[in-house]
């Protein structure tokens, strides 16, 4: 099993910047994908950027440029930079990771809220 905790999250002012941490424990020699997914109210949960051990990266629709998403897996920690953030990037951002059976886990989630 493996467990996530999410942190960095909170309120900023539009046009300010963020980076969550998500820390990996448990069964993490297992891990292979972690990433960033988001929920906002009334919406689907929606992928923000994922990274596999090696470092692939992979963004959602609209998402390169203002989010950068790396990894130390030596902490078995993923980040989430966030840049120039808009009141529409408010939502609950939650880790996920990906072991080498397919299996997912999630994060509790952490809520970013940006002020106009």
């Known amino acids: 099993q493996v467990q996530l905790v999410e942190s960095g999250g909170g309120l900023v002012q539009a046009g300010g910047s963020l980076t969550l941490s998500c820390a990996a424990s448990?069964?993490?020699?297992?891990?292979?994908?972690m990433g960033w997914y988001r929920q906002a109210p009334g919406k689907q949960r929606e992928l923000v950027a994922e990274?596999?051990?090696?470092?692939?990266?992979n963004y959602g629709e609209s998402k390169k440029g203002r989010f950068t998403i790396s990894r130390d897996n030596a902490k078995n920690t993923v980040y989430l930079g966030m840049n120039t953030l808009a009141p529409e990037d408010t939502a609950v951002y939650y880790c996920?990771?990906?072991?080498?059976?397919?299996?997912?886990?999630w994060g509790q989630g952490t809520q970013v809220t940006i002020s106009s």
């Open positions: 448990g069964s993490t020699f297992t891990i292979h994908n």
């Open positions: 996920r990771a990906e072991d080498v059976l397919r299996r997912n886990f």
């Open positions: 990274i596999s051990r090696g470092g692939s990266t």
